[in-house]
């Protein structure tokens, strides 16, 4: 105090000098006694504060510039100091701060935790901690953390309680974001079919997420925490170490991606296929997580399967096609050659006739096995129609008893509903039988034969598998109670000329003709068996409902004639055959060996009575377009057609109604036939 | 300072309403000492009508120049006047409240 200081006063009342000389005796009094920290100096340039005791200045200086709230609390609670941030958090001035309690910025239940850490009772030396919501002035609510520890005083002095209080607000959203997105991804991967799992390479263990246990299996033998084994156990038990190896191969390459079987009893098959997929993470350059999915593939498995043996049943389709239209060429020349020669001999040489009769019987044989191979091949013509399978069925079940035998009992539950499919009748007719016949032979010891028929619909993804269409189907299924069939077997069955049976039992067409007869028909065959359980196979064709229409059957005369025919032909031997053969019938016969010269013979000459033509030659005018031709242009001349398989050509651009179709290989009798009634025709539409 | 402060309306609306300066250094013993002692003080004796602004003077050196600060802790009595300093951590509760003419000075001494 300067003396100045009372110069500058307007006249000081005495009172007023007697308190200020009173306060100047208490301050000297107090600065005497040691009952100040620190002297405030008034110099011109500024004040300056002198601290008589501990220099605390470079840690409030830390301590001001803190994220973190930093407060020191009496036993009780109040604020004896606090830094900006923890004022901030509250909402408050620092200076609004000191002096008060925390307590009204507390939660009720969260002041308990608060008197307990600042409890004498606490450790004093340890650090303690606390989370609490703060609720601040403007009503917002503060997540914190409260960490405390007791300043050490002098003996005598109130404790004081130094805490730091850190914002949890960020790190909360943090949290939330993060468990939002992997609730996201756990949504997308249950979506998907699959479950995660992640590998920490470090400290060896496995998490796997509950999507995932489901498709391993896992969560049939208890959870708990698991052990990098865990992942491999699952699957079958040859399979394990291959697993095992796939994933320590990938910590190395960095991608794991196998397919393999995973133990499931509640499945039939008793396991279920895995698809598992990952990448490797490093931290510094070291392996130090691995990471991925898993999803059951089984169902896309046996779609593939499924479609793989539709595929190979395709192309084989269309080798043994090529295969059948060459043989019927053979078998053609073969049959109209020993036709024309057994007419030059004389019909009382009885050893020759007998050989005639040996060779016509064994070509006729091969144009049996070769209508099989037709069949197969879908190449065979269908008179497809409404047909009642059941009808079908009870009308031929006496011959079907009688090609099982005594041993195996037939049996035919009527179904609940009379349905119709669009099929040939003949041909269902030997597709049953077949399969009545390979039933047999797996039932030696006798057994039990079902035929039973039923309605099925397939939706567009079964159908996808199947490589049918979408719809309802007429189920025909034949069951047996006989040895049943390993999967390799099962698999092969309707390859063509695979056979089970000895040598001479069987041509391995019998269920390639049932195969390439329902395919043909639109439908799709499926198998079930299983080695001393019986097989199932089901023939599936497409439902109608139309009714059937019992359709009339003519029976066409053989005879012999005379005129002109134009044999049209590219395959020289055949043509020969057949010029011998009409020749045999009474005609007389012009050749041509495509198309074009058939129509340039057609143009030149008027003597031609009957176009007889292959329907397939090369060029680019086939049979069928010269049939219509002539059909347009010479409505005089007749067309007879011959063809070893003629059921892919139709379509929108099928043979006139009055062209004769005549199937290779053709007999004399039944080419005199449709000459005949071609004639016919022709003369008819005149 | 001769405006006199608002009127509090309050239960003690005849009472003085205190307007107090506490400087204190940060968290030296006798700043925190000062500030309890105080505390208790006031809750004891002027529950809910005064109003205390509590002023570290390394934070805020120069509003010790107004109120002629010399030594910390010091409470000053800003309202009601006369303007009155009391030096010390505030543990003598008579000379306290003396100060705060809250008490007869004089019964201290009598």
């Known amino acids: 105090m300067r003396a100045e200081d009372y110069i500058d006063d307007d006249l000081p009342s005495r009172e007023h000098l007697e308190e200020r000389l009173r306060e100047a005796e208490e301050t000297l009094d107090a600065i005497r006694r040691g009952e100040v920290d620190a002297v405030v100096v008034h110099h011109p340039e500024g004040e300056r504060v002198y601290t008589l005791e501990s220099a605390d200045r470079p840690y409030r200086v830390l301590v001001e510039h803190m994220q973190e709230g930093a407060v020191t609390l009496t036993g009780e609670g109040v604020v004896l100091y606090c830094n900006r941030r923890f004022a901030a958090l509250l909402g408050l001035t620092r200076e609004s701060m000191i002096g008060r309690s925390v307590v009204p910025y507390l939660e009720r239940a969260d002041a308990l935790m608060v008197a307990e850490l600042l409890s004498p009772d606490a450790d004093a030396d340890a650090g303690r901690a606390a989370e609490v919501t703060l609720h601040r002035t403007d009503g917002r609510a503060i997540p914190v953390t409260l960490s405390a520890v007791d300043l050490p005083f002098e003996p005598g002095m109130p404790r004081v309680i130094c805490i730091i209080a850190t914002d949890l607000t960020h790190a909360r959203q943090r949290s939330h974001e993060l468990a939002a997105t992997n609730e996201q991804l756990a949504v997308a991967l249950d979506a998907a079919g699959m479950g995660s799992w992640d590998i920490d390479l470090e400290q060896g263990t496995v998490t796997i997420s509950r999507q995932a246990e489901g498709i391993l299996g896992l969560d049939e033998e208890g959870s708990g925490i698991r052990s990098l084994n865990s992942l491999s156990l699952p699957f079958l038990a040859h399979e394990q170490a291959e697993v095992r190896a796939a994933f320590e191969l990938a910590v190395s390459t960095g991608v794991l991606d196998f397919e393999r079987r995973v133990r499931h009893s509640a499945d039939g098959i008793g396991y279920r296929w895995v698809h598992v997929i990952g990448r490797t993470y490093h931290r510094d350059g070291v392996p130090a997580r691995l990471v991925g999915v898993v999803g059951d593939v089984t169902e896309r498995r046996l779609m593939e399967t499924q479609l793989r043996q539709a595929q190979k049943m395709e192309a084989v389709g269309q080798l043994t096609g090529g295969i059948a239209h060459d043989f019927n060429n053979l078998l053609m020349v073969i049959g109209g050659s020993l036709d024309v020669l057994e007419s030059a001999v004389p019909t009382n040489n009885a050893k020759a006739q007998r050989f005639f009769a040996a060779a016509k019987s064994g070509v006729e044989r091969g144009a049996s096995l070769n209508q099989q191979l037709l069949a197969f091949s879908r190449r065979q013509d269908l008179q497809a129609q409404p047909v009642c399978v059941d009808d079908l069925l009870r009308g031929f079940a006496t011959l079907l008893g009688r090609a099982l035998g005594e041993t195996v009992s037939l049996e035919l539950p009527r179904p609940a509903q009379r349905w119709y499919c669009r099929s040939d009748p003949h041909q269902l007719e030997t597709a049953i039988l077949n399969l009545a016949i390979n039933a047999r032979d797996a039932m030696p010891h006798g057994g039990r034969l079902t035929i039973m028929t039923a309605l099925t619909t397939l939706t567009p993804r079964e159908a996808l598998a199947m490589a049918a269409e979408a719809g309802s189907y007429v189920v025909v299924r034949v069951r047996d109670s006989g040895t049943g069939m390993t999967p390799e077997t099962a698999a092969r069955i309707f390859d063509p000329f695979f056979t089970t049976k000895a040598m001479g039992k069987g041509t391995g067409l019998g269920l390639s003709q049932v195969y390439g007869f329902v395919r043909q028909s639109g439908g799709f065959v499926s198998v079930t068996s299983e080695v001393g359980q019986g097989t199932t196979i089901d023939l599936c064709l497409p439902y109608t409902d139309e009714v059937a229409v019992a359709a009339p059957v003519t029976q066409a005369p053989t005879a012999t004639g005379d005129g002109r025919v134009l044999v049209v032909d590219d395959d020289i031997n055949v043509r020969e055959v057949s010029v011998a053969m009409l020749g045999a019938l009474g005609y007389s016969t012009v050749e041509a060996g495509d198309a074009v010269e058939a129509l340039g013979v057609l143009a030149a000459r008027e003597d031609i009575d009957v176009v007889f033509s292959d329907v397939i030659m090369p060029g680019e005018i086939n049979g069928l377009d010269l049939a219509r031709h002539v059909r347009e242009n010479y409505p005089g001349v007749a067309v007879v057609l011959a063809s070893g398989y003629t059921a892919q050509q139709h379509g929108d651009k099928g043979a006139p109604s009055d062209v004769e179709l005549l199937h290779k290989p053709y007999s004399r009798a039944a080419l005199a036939a449709a000459l005949a009634r071609a004639r016919t025709g022709a003369t008819g539409s005149l | ?110």
């Open chain 2, 1 to 110: 300072m001769t405006s006199s402060p608002p009127e509090i309306p309050s239960s003690a609306a005849a009472l003085p309403h205190y307007k107090l300066r506490l400087f204190i250094t940060g968290s030296t013993p006798r700043s925190t000492r000062a500030i309890e002692n105080l505390r208790k003080i006031c809750e004891e004796n002027l529950d809910g009508r005064y109003e205390l602004e509590v002023i570290d003077v390394y934070e805020r050196p120069e509003t010790t120049r107004e109120l002629q600060i010399v030594a910390t802790p010091t409470l000053v009595k800003v309202l009601p006047e006369p303007l009155r300093r009391i030096i010390g951590d505030l543990s003598d509760e008579l000379k306290v409240l003396a100060g705060l003419d809250l008490a007869p000075r004089h019964s201290q001494q009598g």
